[in-house]
């Protein structure tokens, strides 16, 4: 199966255009103010408004309120919202939306008890932080942790780039890659031939 490609933290809708043409079949929205890719709602719609057809737009929050996430529902045509702090299953599941969980690979939880709690999310996206500390680190963690469930939908984040990712790949299996960092010249900046070196990168394994 071919690995899917998530590009996060979309600033700029150039950026999203660039990474929707590399072959990306995700891209991702920062609403939360701790991030520097963090966007505005109306930042948020040009970005959308620039992106063609079939690609899935995913809205990041860090522990939100629920009226921040509804005004986002309500403004925007999300497809997927990605919860990357503490937040409960019985909040992530308010939003009558599909979810994907972050799981803090940092946490002292394992990932298996991590992800027992969220029976109704899509995925997990699998990252290098702590439990309470902020994702978008741009730093890996230990791949040969990575759960041996087949029954999850598991997506692999942290500190990937082109130089690293078909590695990454090859130990773990993932269903989906997540990069936000690794792509760009600073933060919230995408760079187009860092995009397109990992989308190569990630083919290039997929095909071997
Ligand atoms: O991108 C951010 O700024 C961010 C902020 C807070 C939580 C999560 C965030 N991004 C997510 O983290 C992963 C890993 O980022 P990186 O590639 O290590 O920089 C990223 O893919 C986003 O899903």
Redo the contacts with the bound molecule.
Sequence with gaps: MRTRV?I??ITRPNDGVVAAEAGCDAI?L?F?G?????VSLQQAEAIIAALPPMVTRVA?F?DPSEAEVEAALAALPIDLL?F?GRESAEFCARFQHDYIK?IAMGDAQSPEQQMQKHGKAKGF?L???ASGA??????TFDWSRWPGLKDRTLLL????DATNVAQAIKQTRPYAV?????VETS?GIKDPKRIQEFLNEVSRVDSH
Aim: hydrophobic residues 30%.
């Design positions: 998530k996060c933290g991702g920062v939360w701790g991030s520097q890719r963090c990041l860090v990605q990357h972050a996206l990252d290098s932080h902020a994702g978008g680190s741009g730093k984040a942290g500190g990937l997540d990069v936000s960092s690794g933060p």
